[in-house]
């Protein structure tokens, strides 16, 4: 079965650095376009980056500069490098694999404190 699980996820003052994990099984990882979604209460699910398996890279205009989004084949993971955390950037943090069907984490949880 498929599965992808996030973790990495917490509580950080602005400012500070949180690095995300998402573990992949079940599926050919390598050929997958991996990317971060984000969703805060109230709001719709937004793009943080993407990944694709020939590791092309796209960032949100919100993250840019801030975070990286990177790629082990090997180890059926993707990585989520967030620096200069800004409250703005609470939220909830998802692992998706592009694709049909596609599929989601569940989720870790990210809370920056000002």
């Known amino acids: 079965q498929v599965q992808l699980v996030e973790s990495g996820g917490g509580l950080v003052q602005a400012g500070g650095s949180l690095r995300l994990s998402c573990a992949a099984s079940g599926i050919t990882f390598s050929l997958n376009t991996m990317l971060w979604y984000r969703q805060a209460p109230g709001n719709q699910r937004e793009l943080v980056a993407g990944i694709t398996s020939g590791s092309r890279i796209t960032y949100g205009d919100f993250v840019k500069g801030r975070f990286t989004i990177s790629r082990d084949n090997a180890k059926n993971m993707v990585y989520l490098q967030m620096n200069s955390l800004k409250p703005e950037d609470t939220a909830v943090y998802y692992c998706?694999?592009?694709?049909?069907?596609?599929?989601w984490g569940q989720g870790t949880q990210v809370t920056v404190s000002s």
């Open positions: 998706h694999a592009a694709g049909w069907p596609s599929y």
